[in-house]
């Protein structure tokens, strides 16, 4: 993915050497390879487990297929990230899971719409696929209001583990 620029973020590829100083908790090791500031939380076992699904070893083996799309979320005219949009890897099949994060002290600005927003787009000028889904729970209303906001549509549901349903939107290419 190359790097995207919003009207108020930069969305910067995530690149093997960012996510292994993330993995080890090193945050200026991170920093350091980004070029900008992480907030003050991060990273923590939260982050690692909700944002990279995969092992070390996977990441590896394969990083332009498991951090295929995923980027993090940089202020425009500051060095400072807030956050992050991943696909949890290059569909197979098609279709890309995208999930977003903005560390609190950023959020009910708009910053995950506008950046989920270029990163779907960017997804859907890929000639191999044909949909971008995200999942959340129904009772998540601040993520449901980032999803609705992007267009997506309520196509279906699937169980999770341990939280019960799980709604699935979606977007299609056009």
Not at 52 to 80: H, I, K, T, Y
């Amino acid at each position: 993915m190359p790097a995207l620029v919003t009207d108020r973020l930069r969305l910067v590829p995530i690149s093997l050497e960012a996510i292994e100083a993330v993995l080890d908790h090193d945050k200026a090791r991170a920093e350091a390879v980004v070029g900008a500031q992480f907030p003050d939380a991060w990273p923590n076992d939260d982050l690692v487990a909700l944002g990279f699904p995969f092992s070390r070893a996977a990441l590896r083996a394969s990083p332009e297929s498991r951090l295929w799309g995923d980027s993090l979320v940089l202020l425009r005219e500051e060095p400072r990230v807030i956050g992050s949009v991943v696909f949890h890897g290059h569909p197979r099949d098609g279709v890309a899971e995208v999930a977003y994060s903005i560390e609190e002290s950023s959020r009910c600005q708009g910053f995950a719409v506008e950046a989920t927003r270029a990163c779907i787009e960017w997804a859907l000028a890929q000639p191999e696929i044909v949909a971008v889904q995200a999942t959340t729970f129904p009772w998540h209303y601040a993520s449901l209001g980032v999803i609705k906001r992007l267009g997506m549509v309520l196509v279906g549901t699937r169980d999770h583990d341990t939280l019960g349903e799980l709604l699935v939107f979606e977007r299609r290419s056009t």
